[in-house]
């Protein structure tokens, strides 16, 4: 079984569509949860954070945790077409020790918001 | 602002050559880290570096080597390089736990 499964896609959505991005992981150790965002010919840039089980919200991004069921999602509101880009959620470890700053990425679900 | 640069936008190497790719922070950061991206296997760590000459493997090391010899720089080298090998490779940077990315290296082994 993988560490972490992401569904690749790709996803095509109308603008204004509400997306629905997941990830599911199997290593209890995960303590950190993470959606990055990359654009084409970028490297990823951090999107959300969150260590703990719940929704965080930063404008029309909402990130969820479900630590007993060890999946994440990221929800896009009203989607725009600059959201078109690949998302990748990235898990890391507890914190001290060699694992700490090392992360788990998710194989990254490839979005496309059309007009 | 952050910046990680990497040494290549694009590279096209033959196949039993020796590549060298280079990696550049300007923020201080203790930790560097070089992936590469591949479709549908997402972002593979091959190695990573949490100081000046030293370097962890990650999950992908083999045929891949790195040196550090200064904070701000971590480079990657292909010792001999295959087919197998071309990928989109990235670097990146990090104090803590978000990571800082390059724009990345498109290495294409002919």
């Known amino acids: 079984q993988k560490e972490v499964e992401q569904d690749p896609g790709p996803l095509s959505v109308p603008e204004g569509a509400i997306v629905s991005l997941n990830c599911t992981y199997s290593n209890s150790a995960f303590q950190y949860f993470m959606w990055y965002r990359q654009y084409s010919r970028k490297g990823p840039e951090l999107l959300m954070y969150?260590?703990?089980?719940g929704n965080k919200e930063d404008g029309r991004f909402t990130a969820q945790v479900d630590k007993s069921s060890k999946y994440i999602s990221l929800f896009i509101r009203d989607s725009q077409p600059s959201d078109s880009a690949t998302y990748l959620c990235?898990?890391?470890?507890?914190?001290?020790?060699?694992?700490?700053?090392?992360?788990?990425f998710g194989q990254g679900t490839i979005l496309t918001v059309h007009p | 602002d952050v910046k990680v640069t990497q040494s290549s936008r694009y590279l096209v190497k033959r196949t039993g050559e020796k590549v060298f790719l280079e990696c550049v922070q300007d923020?201080?950061?203790?930790?560097m880290f070089w992936y590469r991206q591949d479709p549908g296997l997402g972002l593979r760590l091959i190695y990573f570096?949490?100081?000046?000459?030293?370097?962890e493997k990650g999950d992908i090391p083999e045929g891949y080597s790195v040196s550090r010899e200064k904070k701000e720089r971590f480079s990657l080298i292909l010792e001999s390089a295959s087919t197998n090998q071309t990928s989109m490779y990235l670097c990146a940077s990090s104090l803590d736990l978000e990571q800082y990315f390059g724009p990345g290296t498109r290495l294409t082994v002919t």
């Open positions: 969150t260590y703990s089980s």
């Open positions: 923020m201080d950061h203790e930790n």
């Open positions: 990235a898990f890391g470890g507890d914190a001290g020790g060699t694992s700490y700053g090392k992360l788990t």
């Open positions: 570096s949490y100081d000046v000459k030293m370097k």
